[in-house]
């Protein structure tokens, strides 16, 4: 399969930018136009560069990026240009500081009775990145939202999204919801106001599940800790795998010892990347219970509790508050060393360790990390450390030696369930569970994102559903925001290809696209090196699909079109055979026009159900006015969902092509109608419905050929064949072999048609009237001319053959067409339920008795999945004979009862006998003869109503019928009769093969002593 991007032009240019989710805070100040009308221009300028300076040191230390000055109204972006999993919580705390250092800036200024206030509203959406002119800028909805949470909160008030909320609520408290109503419309804005931080983030945080080994070796560890010596875990694992929970719920369970009286200090590392000594101070200062601004508070907390003298406690709260740098770095060192020492000493008599718990310990500040090794190798006492790391780090493995590693796996399919009813007690439709656990792959963050979103998103979370929750996005794009634009970019084109691609497609990919191709290479090999890529021989592809959909998603929408358009030119060119990528392509480039064209003139367009999907997307884009369109695609639809055996949702189909055909009084909209419910009524057994429909379809494209000259693919002499067959195949089964004799010549006497076609309905003739050799002879003629084994004849050609060889019984044959059809991309689930069953017998007579018992239960997994009764009562009478032949008669006899009771709802005649006689059978084997003749009973009125019967179980029916109701004459004679007919259609050197299935041999003893 080749996507390789055809070579560039103007065409081809990417926009710059990218679609992300960031946090946006807008501030406002209040009674801005009173204090300019008050005060001097100079004097008011002089303020404002004060607080717009103190605002961007606040943004820009935690990593967010000032996006505009408007007025008095401070604007500013976290997550671009660089994104952080936190980002929520960075503008928060963001928000928190400025507040608090307008208040001191307030109290500094040399003007009397001035009061400086801001409103703050901050919100977490989507928006697009881009240039305009030389300046960065961000757009989107999420900008305005944040707009109008500020203009709603009080002064000196954080107003947030419930988005925002979501995200950062371990990290803060929060108020009730606030339901805000927008001016001049009905709608509204839920706003939560923030209350501060949260004192307590180890706080239980909802449902867990599983890891109880894990938890419990860690507990043995903790409680047999000595402080004199260093010891603790590392946990570590992929993100959202669940490292942070799992400590959670240890210090919950170690808080519940009896009579604790320690302390559990506590940092995430992340939250103060850019700061000296930001771990270390982090856990100060939640020990302590104050805001680092707070200075007399700190030198309060600390005297009286640490029993640390005043000089060196304002020192300590000056360093918390200011930093430090220098000499001064080198006295907060000693001061800090002096505090940790003083909190170990206070709990020294504990019979608990103090335990620290540094999250995301990867992030932790040199100065941090410096200090810890420090302590280490002075202090007396330490405490137990819990780290949790996304992978093992080689200069924190030294430094804390002593501790123990565990790596954390995803949960088991059992557990994920279990989080989900945790998570959502109340039952999801049918399907979303199962959805969410092969989403989310165990792990549980994942699990829980997915659980909110099908709460929000139930309707959407279908089987193809690929776009994550954005929380997960972000986990990924945080991950390579690191990386060289260059190769950033790179990564994201690739998300692109639909599966794989291979070191050519990359190349030709990066270079159309304005990009260096000498740098794919060694790119590809550091994806590689990363996880992020997996090689298959000299193809690459995505190792996690979330991971990949993220990538894609954020891709501005332009550049999307522009690369699929490229791709989907490259295969054009390359006269690629891979029609559902290419699809794909067109689809996604907005190709309409040329998507349609290459689906309807696909071989498989009436069989390959992956069309569906595509055809949905084509019809929604569609002009209503174009009739002729819609009813092809719909056409096409319900072919491929019949072909299939959906045909529940055929049967709406049809009806909105009748009511097309009746307002809009077309004949081929009509034709095409009926052609398919002459098909449906035929396998529903509604044999004089099913004639009728066959009747007027034959007429209505009969009329049309004769106004048209036939030169329109639905009125062409290949629709008549298709209806012809399909009538004949009723006759035949209402025992009219006459009147599917006479049809069968009309078929030749038709216009030049497809010699494939015509082929495939002698051959299905030949196949209902027994001559299972010509069969075979037929299809072999026309097999040559049908390359690709995605082809809709391709499919019916080797069903059918498959079906001749098993009633001629040459099983090694059957082996390789029924192998050919599973090797199919077209999963068609009755025919391979039905060829995975024949070939289980045939491999169990050829003595393979383990592939037999493999192929055995694959042909009934692929039978639950049959959606419709009539393919189930057909697939599972040659499921539960299958099962019969090759010796397992319980589980023979279940299958043939479940499906029985839906047979008997049905006019399906043929498989319902079967299934009767087949049951007849296994309770004459187990000496059950009152059951044996209930069944035998069932089954004569089929033989008596005079519908067409299988040959063979008809042999079977007479001779059980002389076995059990030795009074009637003849039956046995009846039996021997079409025994000798059936031998006469085997060849000779199968025939003690033939024999040996089922009771024929018994048919065949009777038949030598008559």
């Known amino acids: 399969m080749d996507e390789t991007p055809v070579a560039g032009g103007a065409e081809w240019n990417l926009r710059e930018g990218e679609r992300r989710d960031v946090t946006v805070l807008f501030a406002d100040m209040k009674g801005f136009t009173a204090l300019s009308e008050r005060l001097d221009p100079e004097d008011i300028d002089g303020i404002m560069n004060q607080v717009f300076a103190r605002f961007e040191g606040i943004v820009v230390r935690h990593d967010g990026m000032v996006e505009k000055y408007i007025g008095d109204a401070l604007v500013a972006v976290f997550g671009a240009p660089r994104m952080h999993e936190d980002d929520p919580t960075r503008a928060i705390n963001s928000a928190l500081e400025f507040l608090s250092d307008v208040r001191s800036l307030t109290k500094s200024l040399p003007i009397a009775n001035l009061s400086l206030g801001f409103r703050i509203g901050i919100n977490t959406g989507l928006i697009t990145t881009g240039k305009r002119g030389q300046f960065d800028v961000v757009t989107g909805h999420a900008m305005s939202v944040a707009a109008r949470l500020e203009s709603e909160a009080p002064v000196d008030t954080v107003y947030v999204s419930n988005a925002t909320r979501v995200r950062s609520k371990n990290d803060f408290l929060f108020s009730e919801p606030i339901h805000l109503k927008l001016r001049g419309t009905s709608d509204t804005i839920v706003a939560y106001e923030v209350k501060g931080r949260n004192n307590d983030p180890l706080r239980d945080d909802g449902a867990f599940v599983g890891r109880a080994d894990v938890l419990d070796s860690m507990l043995k560890v903790y409680l047999r800790h000595s402080a004199t010596a260093v010891n603790g875990f590392f946990l570590s694992g992929e993100a959202g795998i669940g490292k942070t929970r799992v400590a959670v719920e240890f210090t919950k369970k170690v808080r519940r010892f009896p009579d604790f009286d320690s302390v559990i200090l506590y940092t995430r590392a992340r939250r103060y990347r850019n700061a000296e000594f930001g771990v270390v101070k982090d856990v100060l200062i939640n020990y302590l219970g104050v805001d680092m601004t707070d200075t007399e508070q700190i030198v309060k907390i600390v005297t009286e509790k640490l029993d640390v003298e005043e000089s060196n406690a304002r020192d300590f709260a000056g360093m918390m508050r200011n930093g430090s740098t220098g000499q001064v770095a080198s006295r907060s060192f000693v001061l800090m060393y002096a505090v940790v020492k003083c909190i170990m000493k206070k709990y020294e008599r504990s019979p608990y360790p103090v335990l620290l718990f540094i999250d995301d310990v990867q992030h932790i500040d040199p100065q941090s990390r410096d200090f810890f090794e420090f302590y280490l190798k002075n202090a007396d006492l330490k405490p137990f450390f819990l780290f949790t790391e996304r992978s093992s780090v080689t200069e924190l493995d030294r430094v804390f030696s002593g501790l123990r590693q565990i790596a954390l796996s995803s949960l088991s399919e059992q557990e994920s369930f279990a989080l989900i009813e945790a998570l959502h007690p109340a039952p999801f439709e049918p399907g979303i569970c199962d959805r969410i656990i092969k989403s989310s792959s165990g792990n549980p963050l994942f699990i829980k994102e997915f659980v909110r979103y099908a709460e929000s998103n139930a309707l959407s979370m279908t089987p193809t559903t690929t776009t994550a929750p954005t929380t997960i996005q972000t986990i990924f794009l945080t991950s390579i925001d690191a990386y060289e634009p260059e190769i950033r970019g790179l990564l994201k084109k690739l998300s692109v290809f639909i599966h794989s691609f291979t070191l050519e497609n990359a190349v030709r990919l990066h270079e159309a696209t304005d990009g260096d191709p000498r740098v794919v290479e060694s790119a590809i090999s550091f994806f590689l090196r990363e996880g992020i890529l997996i090689q298959d021989r000299d193809s690459f592809m995505f190792k996690h699909s979330l991971f990949k959909r993220a990538l894609y998603d954020s891709l501005l929408n332009y550049n999307k079109k522009v690369l699929h358009r490229m791709i989907a030119a490259s295969m054009t060119e390359w006269n690629s055979s891979e029609t559902p990528r290419l699809l794909h392509h067109l689809l996604r480039a907005e190709e309409y ?102 009747k007027k379809a034959l007429e209505q494209y009969s009329m049309i050929a004769g106004a048209s000259a036939g030169t329109s693919d639905g009125e062409s002499p290949h629709a008549r064949v298709g209806v012809m067959r399909l009538i004949t195949g009723i006759k035949i089964a209402q025992n009219d072999y006459d009147g599917a004799r006479e049809l069968f010549a009309a078929l030749h006497d038709l216009p030049p048609s497809s010699e494939t076609g015509l082929a495939i309905a002698e051959a299905d003739y030949y196949l209902r009237t027994g001559e299972y050799s010509r069969v075979i002879e037929k299809l072999d003629q026309v097999i040559p001319s049908i390359e690709s084994k995605n082809h809709d004849y391709w499919l019916a050609i080797r069903s059918m053959r498959a079906a001749a060889l098993w009633y001629l019984c040459d099983f090694s044959s059957l082996v390789q067409d029924a192998g050919a059809i599973l090797e199919s991309e077209i999963k068609h689930h009755t025919f391979l339920s039905q060829g995975l069953a024949h070939m289980a017998v045939a491999c169990r007579r050829l003595e393979d008795q383990p592939r037999s018992d493999t192929l055995l239960q694959q042909a009934e997994f692929y039978f639950f999945q ?144 008559a």
């Open 866 to 1009: 049959i959606k419709n009764d009539f393919d189930t009562i057909e697939s599972g009478a040659e499921l539960a004979q299958s099962f019969f032949l090759c010796g397992l008669r319980e589980k023979a006899e279940s299958i043939a009862e479940d499906v029985l009771s839906a047979a008997l709802r049905h006019s399906c005649f043929l498989p319902t006998f079967q299934l009767l006689v087949l049951l007849v059978e296994i309770n004459v084997l187990k000496k059950r003869d009152d059951a044996a003749r209930h069944f035998l009973a069932e089954a004569r009125s089929y033989v008596e109503f005079g519908v067409h019967l299988n040959n063979r179980d008809l042999i079977l029916y007479w001779y059980f019928r002389a076995r059990l109701v030795p009074d009637e004459c003849g039956s046995m004679e009846r039996a021997i009769q079409l025994l000798e007919e059936e031998l006469k259609r085997v060849p000779e050197q199968n025939v003690p093969v033939f024999l040996a299935m089922r009771a024929f041999s018994k048919v065949a003893a009777e038949r030598r002593h």
């Open 593 to 694: 026009d040329d998507a349609r064209k290459m689906l309807l003139d696909a071989p498989d367009c009436s069989v390959n159900p992956e069309y569906v999907y595509h055809i949905d997307v084509l019809l929604g884009t569609t002009p209503k006015t174009d009739t002729d369109t819609i009813i092809e695609l719909l056409f096409t639809k319900s072919a491929i969902l019949f072909n299939n055996g959906n045909t529940d949702e055929t049967d709406e189909i049809l009806k909105r092509i009748l009511r097309l055909a009746i307002t809009g009084r077309n004949l081929t909209y009509s034709a095409k109608a009926h052609h398919i419910l002459t098909a449906y009524n035929m396998k529903a057994g509604a044999y004089e419905k099913g004639l009728l429909c066959g």
